[in-house]
């Protein structure tokens, strides 16, 4: 493979490379000394050159056939903004996690978070003070929404251009490494959000470099990253040497690959499976765990099996179904895509197999999806919300703003007690007030009047609702920020104590993170939306009931499992709701037989007390 940027040579000279396929010249522009370095092409169009006396923080430009000047497309550091010169960094940092390892993924619990609104300060070493909150909390992994470098302050980083920089106000790539240090040495991971699918409408200078898009293809951005196009093994090369730089640079320990359905590819090896081989081979080559989870709305199996067996050898995918189906029993809301989630019967299929669509019609007409039920359940990250399904709402509610209190923990634990891979959202774990708006901060006049006029237009159907707020208002950022002093007392302190209590469950009974289908069996009364979950592994047992119906309580007995079994925790205890609502009995015979009540939207979990 081709390296790109900027590269330190043994020699004390610094290597530059930028691949330039539609220039007939390129120069190197270093503004320190205002001097223009003639740069050499080969045959595939990358243009290099070696340079003496260049130091960190050096800034320069790339001059295209004697006119344009333009910031290097794999510059690591962009001080200015995405229309600014690049910069030079130290690749060397003082690390002291030397032979951490991210948990596999069956003891994974993860935490999605937003650099800009997580703190008030907003950058990654604000981050920091909170990591003994988030241990405290029990979450093994932190995800970090997309942090390449997007115009100004405010985005939530689906606008990057820069893919390789680290968003200058949030504390480039030193506050980065800072932060994935301080996270390692508490023992947490941090997996990074990248978007590989499109770039960003403002700064994106790559057409001025090269074919990186093709107009084979249309989609929601406009034309399609070239992935398969004549020179498409460069465009290819420019997106994995982005994910290994943050590997080797930045020590990530994992990622999240945004709409992978978007990567148009009909080569024979798709890029989706050629990156994700790539990662894993370095993962090989430096004795780590890396994991490659993506966002993909076509519920293909093949996505998740090896690449022996012709699948794309993903470790994981989100299943979004999850989220669809509880929040269409919780909501009722059926607009939209879910509209295909809207049968309780739903529910128990997505426990069962995954996959709620294996070749049935959708609401759209169409047949979708793929059998999933002999995947292990490792495999999936579900979430009851996530910064799409929360921030692409008109007014940015959360799951909690939309439901009653009980409904939001019934979610909780539904999520958190599956046999899936959990995924919180920055706030949830206290019932956050604060809503997560779309917010951003371009530059363009026009495309920020385009971005206000898409959003009308996009909830125009609501309009009885209202107006969406302003993107590009510093208001809707400062809305989105997180108030974490709420977490000190009143209902939130409640939630707070609820949701570490799950996960405290979770983490101590191997039932609940068994990866293999034949530990899980779920029971269902359709009619009374009731649902049992039955896990197992090796001595361990765990029964969770859980009552969907939002009005009547279920009497029922617990599925026999032929051992005394505890109560362990009630959705419903006093801790909890502020209300004394004590189920019994603490303890259950089912040799002699036994009935309890599950109230509405609530659930009880019995096991094997330890």
Same mark, same amino acid.
């Given at each position: 493979?081709?390296?790109?940027?900027?590269?330190?040579?043994?020699?004390?000279?610094?290597?530059?490379?930028?691949?330039?396929?539609?220039?007939?010249?390129?120069?190197?522009?270093?503004?320190?000394?205002?001097?223009? $370095?003639?740069?050499?092409?080969?045959?595939?169009?990358?243009?290099?050159?070696? =340079?003496?006396?260049?130091?960190?923080?050096?800034?320069?430009?790339?001059?295209?056939?004697?006119?344009?000047?333009?910031?290097?497309?794999?510059?690591?550091?962009?001080?200015?903004?995405?229309?600014?010169?690049?910069?030079?960094?130290?690749?060397?940092?003082?690390?002291?996690?030397?032979?951490?390892?991210?948990?596999?993924?069956?003891?994974?619990?993860?935490?999605? +978070?937003?650099?800009?609104?997580?703190?008030?300060?907003?950058?990654?070493?604000?981050?920091?003070?909170?990591?003994?909150?988030?241990?405290?909390?029990? $979450?093994?992994?932190?995800? +970090?929404?997309?942090? #390449?470098?997007?115009?100004?302050?405010?985005?939530?980083?689906?606008?990057?251009?820069?893919?390789?920089?680290?968003?200058? #106000?949030?504390?480039?790539?030193?506050?980065?490494?800072?932060?994935?240090?301080?996270?390692?040495?508490?023992? $947490?991971?941090?997996? +990074?959000?990248?978007?590989?699918?499109?770039?960003?409408?403002?700064?994106?200078?790559?057409?001025?470099?090269?074919?990186?898009?093709?107009?084979?293809?249309?989609?929601?951005?406009?034309?399609?990253?070239?992935?398969?196009? &004549?020179?498409?093994?460069?465009?290819?090369?420019?997106?994995?040497?982005?994910?290994?730089?943050?590997?080797?640079?930045?020590?990530?320990?994992?990622?999240?690959?945004?709409?992978?359905?978007?990567?148009?590819?009909?080569?024979?090896?798709?890029?989706?499976?050629?990156?994700?081989? &790539?990662?894993?081979?370095?993962?090989?080559?430096?004795?780590?765990?890396?994991?490659?989870?993506?966002?993909?709305?076509?519920?293909?199996?093949?996505?998740?099996?090896?690449?022996?067996?012709?699948?794309?050898?993903?470790? /994981?995918?989100?299943?979004?179904?999850?989220?669809?189906?509880?929040?269409?029993?919780?909501?009722?809301?059926?607009?939209?895509?879910?509209?295909?989630?809207?049968?309780?019967?739903?529910?128990?299929?997505?426990?069962?197999?995954?996959? =709620?669509?294996?070749?049935?019609?959708? &609401?759209? /007409?169409?047949?979708?999806?793929?059998?999933?039920?002999?995947?292990?359940?490792?495999?999936?990250?579900?979430?009851?919300?996530?910064?799409?399904?929360?921030?692409?709402?008109?007014?940015?509610?959360?799951?909690?703003?939309? $439901?009653?209190?009980?409904?939001?923990?019934?979610? #909780?634990?539904?999520?958190?007690?599956?046999?899936?891979?959990?995924?919180?959202?920055?706030?949830?774990?206290?019932?956050?007030?604060?809503?997560?708006?779309?917010?951003?901060?371009?530059?363009?006049?026009?495309?920020?009047? /385009?971005?206000?006029?898409?959003?009308?237009?996009?909830?125009?159907?609501?309009?009885?609702?209202?107006?969406?707020?302003?993107?590009?208002?510093?208001?809707?950022?400062? &809305?989105?920020?997180?108030?974490?002093?709420?977490?000190?007392?009143?209902?939130?302190?409640?939630?707070?104590?609820?949701?570490?209590?799950?996960?405290?469950?979770?983490?101590?009974?191997?039932?609940?993170?068994?990866?293999?289908?034949?530990?899980?069996?779920?029971?269902?009364?359709?009619?009374?939306?009731?649902?049992?979950?039955?896990?197992?592994?090796?001595?361990?047992?765990?029964?969770?009931?859980?009552?969907?119906?939002?009005?009547?309580?279920?009497?029922?007995?617990?599925?026999?499992?032929?051992?005394?079994?505890?109560?362990?925790?009630?959705?419903?205890?006093?801790?909890?709701?502020?209300?004394?609502?004590?189920?019994?009995?603490?303890?259950?015979?089912? =040799?002699? /037989?036994?009935?309890?009540?599950?109230?509405?939207?609530?659930?009880?979990?019995?096991?094997?007390?330890?």
């Amino acid at each position: 493979m081709q390296q790109i940027g900027v590269t330190q040579l043994n020699n004390g000279q610094h290597r530059f490379t930028v691949w330039a396929k539609n220039a007939e010249t390129v120069e190197l522009h270093l503004l320190k000394s205002d001097s223009y $370095i003639s740069m050499q092409s080969d045959e595939r169009g990358y243009f290099s050159c070696e =340079v003496e006396g260049v130091s960190v923080g050096d800034t320069y430009l790339y001059r295209i056939d004697g006119d344009k000047e333009r910031p290097d497309p794999a510059s690591r550091h962009q001080p200015e903004g995405v229309h600014g010169a690049s910069a030079v960094i130290d690749e060397t940092f003082n690390w002291t996690d030397e032979g951490f390892n991210p948990p596999t993924l069956r003891n994974t619990i993860i935490y999605e +978070l937003h650099v800009g609104t997580f703190t008030p300060e907003g950058t990654f070493e604000a981050i920091i003070p909170y990591l003994d909150y988030l241990l405290k909390l029990g $979450i093994t992994t932190i995800e +970090l929404m997309p942090i #390449a470098e997007f115009p100004s302050n405010r985005n939530w980083g689906y606008d990057g251009v820069q893919l390789f920089a680290a968003h200058s #106000a949030y504390g480039s790539v030193d506050g980065l490494r800072n932060l994935v240090n301080a996270t390692h040495e508490k023992g $947490i991971a941090i997996y +990074l959000d990248v978007v590989y699918n499109h770039l960003g409408p403002e700064g994106n200078y790559l057409w001025d470099y090269a074919p990186y898009f093709t107009q084979k293809y249309s989609g929601v951005w406009g034309d399609s990253l070239n992935f398969d196009d &004549a020179y498409s093994a460069e465009v290819r090369n420019f997106f994995i040497q982005n994910a290994l730089y943050w590997l080797e640079v930045c020590h990530i320990d994992g990622f999240r690959l945004d709409a992978t359905h978007a990567l148009v590819d009909f080569s024979p090896v798709p890029i989706l499976e050629e990156l994700t081989q &790539a990662i894993h081979e370095w993962g090989d080559r430096n004795s780590k765990r890396v994991h490659v989870i993506a966002e993909n709305d076509t519920s293909d199996r093949r996505n998740l099996l090896p690449h022996e067996a012709n699948g794309v050898g993903l470790d /994981g995918v989100w299943l979004d179904d999850l989220h669809h189906v509880m929040h269409t029993q919780l909501t009722g809301e059926l607009d939209g895509y879910y509209a295909s989630f809207g049968d309780f019967a739903d529910m128990v299929k997505v426990l069962r197999e995954g996959f =709620v669509k294996s070749g049935q019609v959708g &609401a759209d /007409g169409r047949k979708r999806g793929t059998y999933s039920g002999d995947i292990p359940t490792d495999r999936f990250v579900v979430c009851s919300q996530n910064h799409d399904q929360i921030g692409n709402r008109m007014k940015g509610e959360r799951l909690e703003h939309l $439901i009653s209190w009980d409904g939001a923990k019934l979610a #909780a634990g539904f999520c958190l007690l599956s046999p899936y891979v959990p995924l919180l959202f920055m706030g949830e774990e206290y019932a956050e007030s604060n809503p997560f708006l779309y917010f951003t901060s371009h530059g363009d006049p026009a495309l920020i009047e /385009g971005v206000r006029q898409g959003r009308l237009e996009e909830f125009a159907y609501f309009a009885e609702q209202g107006t969406p707020p302003d993107p590009q208002a510093e208001s809707t950022f400062d &809305a989105s920020k997180l108030q974490h002093h709420l977490r000190d007392s009143g209902k939130h302190k409640r939630m707070l104590t609820f949701y570490q209590d799950l996960i405290r469950l979770r983490k101590t009974h191997p039932a609940l993170t068994s990866p293999h289908r034949h530990d899980t069996q779920v029971l269902a009364d359709i009619g009374l939306k009731l649902i049992w979950l039955v896990r197992h592994y090796q001595d361990d047992v765990v029964v969770i009931g859980f009552n969907w119906h939002h009005r009547e309580p279920v009497q029922t007995a617990l599925p026999d499992t032929g051992q005394q079994l505890s109560r362990l925790l009630s959705s419903t205890d006093v801790q909890y709701s502020g209300e004394r609502k004590i189920m019994k009995p603490k303890t259950l015979d089912l =040799v002699d /037989g036994g009935m309890i009540e599950i109230s509405p939207l609530s659930f009880v979990v019995y096991g094997i007390e330890h």
